[in-house]
């Protein structure tokens, strides 16, 4: 099954590659086809896909048919590698089968969908709905397949959107994804393992367990039949038909007995019973018992034919009843003929065969030795005690006659009144401590027979997902380490390990996320390995602890029943150990000295199988350690058990009686395999929990330094408006915040460099401009005035033409010539030669001369009190900039207006404001109101203004301007109050140095 799974994933992977490589191939490829086309295409991908599932859960239906092991439960206590082998190719199988679906329908995505729209959820119904079909046939169920057809179309939707990351991913990622891609069709794929695994242990319940149950007593008369006829063809062969009833020195042997038996059905079928031989006298010659006491109260041989005689009868044993079949007949010989006929009987062979439910195959023995001794395996399962079947018999009074393991539920009058109106089994669901169990009922005229497993609980749907996820990672990991040992010897020479070791080398967040896992997972695997030894410490020392108590209660017992029956004897006897054994359901062995003195299983010691020699390790422990009790491990054949010792002190000094304890070796098995299927479960989770964690911490951690490092790309391209989102407040908030101000800072620094760049650049053209407008006016300017003084000379000949058209000439040079002076005001760089004044000096010193020009038109308003704070400024260049705030104000009152001028100051600065009335700029124009050679007039120059702010910002002070339009505009203009220290010491010369370098830093 393994190797099926293995190639059935080398399928897979070659249809994903095959799928990928189509949807390469046909991305550009235009398909004309119709939208009915697409839906058949995707109908025949569904019903291929549906075909695909339906065949795998065929095959988990035959794989685990006939089958009552849980293979989810695959255990490392003891390792069973055939069915990990099973379960592995399973899951592979499931891997692959998923796979090949979602490439077929990949396939026909990468065909269709690109050029027909408007089909999507026809495509998708047509894709869904062979399978949902197939689901609702008897063939498959329905829940499970539907699960897998939901997986197989969900990641067929999702695998073309993370085909790209995954291209793009790292050797770490892509190794995450490949695991990703095996755990999720082994998850998808549990539901219908569940499913199989329980529906073949119900069939295998009620088509062979339950009938076998109910037939048991007439199986057992049918293996006495074939007993019959076994020894039958023993006795016909000649020498041993005359010998087996001789005894040398009058004492019974096993050993005929056990020749005889081990040759039969009941050996074959380790079945309760007893072979007898006797002699022609009708003394017992040869007993072999199994399992079964030498009770006076049994049959012996009485008759004399030579013909089996078989019936059945009832004795008590302690305070039971017990049902034998029994079975006898008389060893006739050829005699000589004048010999009386009552001496041709040479013997007799009595079989006793008591109806003991142990004996059913699906329940395990409680002694060590039968197992191994057992001819054939058992016809339900190699490993019955995995198959957690529950059996109670009950008599038609309700009342249980056997159960073997958890059983024991109860029949009320409603289940009763169910079960005595039919002979139809049915199945039920029943109650019994705490526990839910799905239960067989079935009865016959003999009893009740209920048969049942326990519900599974959500507690072991996750052990059993836990285990698969170990279980799909172990190999994943044991693949992978092959990859990284191999790989170098390959041709290509890829090192996996080798990748990964340069990944976290050249990743931050990888080698964070690696040491947060490893810093959540090891302490959390130590803890598990701590506590799985010290709970199965604790449990081996509670089972040593029972066992050494159970062989004091059998010392205890045995001495009093000892004394009741025999107070002279000293030793107990093999029928007294017998019938102890069969109270406490375990062998029972004393050792006096170094040999063996009486034991329940005395033919076993007889024939050889077993050593009749005293332990070792017991005679150590009890007889000269002088131990009171002891608790040891022994083995017979491949069958591991218990041993516990206890001495006989009554008997004497090295009196040592043994008790072989198999039952408590499986429970200790069975509670460390649920053990460490819990630790499995909580260490899966913790890891996985870890890993989260670890993820999270080292995302919240690497994240930021992600996005610095992004920004600082971004920023190294020369975009300088990245910025980067502060998600914490703690040192990294610092640092991000940070980067922020010194992107912010570079962002201020490139705009005013390049303000800077483009101020020289107009520069340059102003000064340009300038010379190139100067050299021509003035010889334009000379000779027309020559013209007018010529024309006056002569009288005016011309009349009032030539002067108009002169005058107008002077007029267009005057104004040529001012824009010109503008210009070259603005491409020169004025030295500026600061001195301590008062502000209203300079506003009363540029306002006056407008008062008569504005007088009528323009309402003047003027708030600047004579008390303000001393400035240190260049007179001539704020009166020139405050000018030209004026002239702005007034060209843009072409009517009648009001221009408000105030000032203010505080302990830092002065605050001139200038308003007019005028007709306000929109948002457009006042983000360029600074902008040379921007002007909202038409014989504007647009340099007012900049040259306005140049002198303000050469005096260290600052403009500012807003408006609205339709509303006026509000000019504020702030220089720096002269502190009193600094001026006094201060010279003109050393207050000019840092205006100047500001001048020079914002020329350029």
């Given at each position: ?13 070659t ?25 058949r ?7 291929a ?10 095959l ?12 989810l ?44 729209h ?58 995450a ?22 529906a ?15 037939s ?63 002699g ?128 024991s539920w109860?029949i ?12 139809e ?22 009893g ?22 170990a ?28 990748e ?16 947060f ?47 009741a ?5 000293t ?48 005679y ?13 491990e022994d ?5 591991d058990y218990?041993?516990?010792a ?28 649920n ?16 890993a ?72 340059e ?19 027309a ?13 011309l ?9 107008s ?46 007088a ?16 240190v ?6 009166a ?11 060209h843009?009152m ?8 105030a ?23 006042l ?10 007039r ?14 303000v910002e050469?005096?260290?002070?600052a ?27 201060a ?12 001048r020079?830093?914002l020329?350029?």
């Amino acid at each position: 099954m393994l190797l099926l799974g293995l190639l059935f994933t080398a399928a897979a992977t070659t249809a994903v590659r095959f799928a990928g490589a189509a949807r390469a191939a046909w991305r550009h490829k235009r398909w004309l086809a119709s939208r009915d086309r697409v839906v058949r295409a995707y109908t025949a991908a569904g019903a291929a896909v549906a075909l695909l599932l339906g065949a795998y859960e065929m095959l988990l239906a035959d794989t685990m048919a006939g089958s009552l092991a849980d293979l989810l439960q695959w255990s490392h206590n003891p390792l069973d590698s055939s069915r990990i082998g099973l379960l592995l190719g399973l899951l592979l199988a499931a891997t692959a089968t998923i796979w090949l679906g979602v490439s077929v329908l990949l396939i026909v995505e990468a065909r269709w969908s690109r050029h027909v729209h408007g089909v999507r959820l026809r495509s998708l119904a047509g894709a869904t709905a062979p399978g949902i079909l197939l689901a609702a046939a008897p063939v498959v169920p329905t829940w499970p397949y539907l699960t897998l057809l939901a997986g197989v179309v969900g990641m067929a939707l999702g695998t073309p959107r993370l085909r790209p990351w995954f291209r793009h991913a790292s050797e770490s990622g892509k190794l995450a994804a490949i695991f990703g891609s095996l755990i999720v069709p082994a998850v998808l794929s549990y539901p219908s393992i569940v499913h199989h695994g329980l529906a073949a242990k119900q069939r295998l319940i009620a088509e062979e367990i339950a009938p076998a149950t109910a037939s048991h007593p007439a199986a057992l008369l049918d293996s006495l039949s074939r007993t019959q006829r076994e020894v039958d063809a023993l006795l016909a062969r000649a020498p041993l038909a005359s010998d087996i009833f001789r005894s040398a020195d009058g004492v019974p042997t096993p050993d005929a007995a056990f020749s005889v038996w081990r040759q039969t059905d009941l050996a074959r079928l380790r079945l309760t019973s007893a072979i007898e031989l006797y002699g022609p006298d009708r003394s017992l010659v040869s007993r072999f018992a199994l399992d079964f006491p030498d009770v006076p109260a049994a049959p012996s041989f009485l008759g004399t034919s030579c013909d089996w005689d078989v019936y059945g009868e009832v004795f008590p044993f302690g305070a039971q009843e017990r049902r034998v079949l029994h079975a006898e007949r008389g060893v006739c010989l050829p005699w000589p003929g004048d010999m009386p006929a009552a001496d041709a009987v040479a013997g007799a062979v009595v079989v006793h065969v008591p109806l003991d439910y142990r004996a059913l195959p699906f329940i395990p023995s409680q002694n060590p030795y039968h197992d191994v001794l057992r001819a054939a395996p058992r016809p339900a399962d190699a490993r019955p005690a995995d198959a957690e079947v529950d059996l109670a018999i009950y008599g038609w009074g309700r009342s249980p006659l056997f159960t073997y393991g958890s059983a024991s539920w109860t029949i009320d009058d409603a289940l009763f009144e169910r079960i005595y109106a039919s002979r139809e089994p049915f199945w039920t669901t029943l109650q019994a401590g705490g526990r839910t169990s799905d239960v067989y009922i079935s009865n016959n005229r003999a009893g009740i027979y209920a048969l049942g497993y326990p519900v599974l609980t959500r507690f072991d749907h996750l052990i059993r997902l836990a285990e698969i996820v170990a279980l799909v990672g172990a190999a994943f990991g044991s693949w992978m380490l092959v990859l990284a040992v191999a790989g170098p010897l390959t041709p290509e020479r890829y090192s996996l390990g080798r990748e990964l070791v340069r990944e976290l080398h050249v990743s931050f967040y990888r080698r964070l996320f690696l040491a947060f896992v490893a810093v959540a997972t090891v302490p959390v695997l130590v803890l598990a390995v701590l506590i799985r030894n010290y709970s199965t410490g604790q449990l081996r020392d509670d089972v040593e602890a029972g066992a050494a108590r159970t062989a004091v209660v059998a010392q205890r017992v045995i001495a009093e029943l000892q004394q009741a029956a025999d107070p002279a004897a000293t030793v107990a006897t093999d029928d007294l150990l017998v019938f102890v054994s069969q109270i406490i359901e375990q062998d029972i062995n004393i050792f006096e000295g170094p040999l063996l003195r009486a034991t329940s299983e005395r033919d076993l010691f007889a024939s050889g199988l077993l050593p009749t020699r005293t332990p070792a390790p017991v005679y150590n422990a009890i007889a000269l350690a002088q131990a009171p009790t002891f608790v040891t491990e022994d083995a017979f054949g491949s069958q591991d058990y218990l041993v516990a010792a206890a001495p006989i002190r009554s008997a004497g000094a090295d009196t040592i009686l043994t008790v072989a304890l198999a039952s408590r070796q499986r429970d200790i098995e069975r509670q460390i395999r649920n053990l460490d299927r819990g630790i499995l479960l909580g260490v899966t989770l913790l890891v996985f929990l870890g890993a989260a964690s670890g993820f999270y911490i080292a995302e919240r951690i690497a994240d930021p330094v992600q996005r610095l490092t992004r920004a600082t790309r971004r920023i190294a391209r020369g975009d300088f408006d990245a910025r980067v989102a502060i998600r914490s407040a703690d040192e990294l908030e610092r640092l991000v915040a940070a980067f922020n101000r010194m992107a912010g800072d570079l962002l201020l620094q490139r705009r005013r460099l390049e303000r800077t760049h483009r101020l020289e650049a107009w520069a340059e053209m102003a000064r340009q401009v300038a010379h190139e407008i100067k050299n021509p006016l003035t010889p334009v300017q000379l000779s027309a005035e020559h013209l007018l003084r010529v024309h006056r000379d002569r009288g005016e000949p011309l009349g009032p033409v030539l002067r108009d058209c002169v005058d107008s000439i002077l007029t267009q040079v005057n104004l040529l010539r001012r824009i010109a002076s503008e210009f070259s005001s603005y491409a020169s760089s004025p030295p500026v030669n600061p001195e301590s004044t008062v502000l209203t000096d300079v506003v009363h010193e540029v306002l006056d001369p407008y008062r008569t020009g504005l007088a009528g038109r323009i309402r003047l308003a003027v708030d600047v009190p004579t008390t303000l704070p001393r400035v240190v400024i260049d007179r001539t260049l704020v009166a020139r900039a405050f000018t030209n705030v004026v002239e702005n104000a007034l060209h843009a009152m072409p009517g009648e207006g009001r221009l408000t001028v105030a000032a203010t100051a505080n302990a830092h600065e002065v605050v001139l404001t200038v308003r007019d009335t005028g007709v306000g700029l929109d948002e457009a124009a006042l983000s360029r109101v600074f902008e040379p050679y921007f002007s909202t007039r038409v014989s504007g120059t647009g340099l007012g203004m900049v040259i306005a702010k140049r002198n303000v910002e050469l005096n260290g002070g600052a403009i500012e301007i807003a408006s609205r339009k339709g509303d006026g505009a509000t000019v504020t203009l702030r220089f720096p109050v002269e502190q009193e220290p600094a001026g006094r010491a201060a010279s003109p010369d050393s207050g000019g140095g840092p205006l100047r370098g500001g001048r020079l830093g914002l020329g350029r």
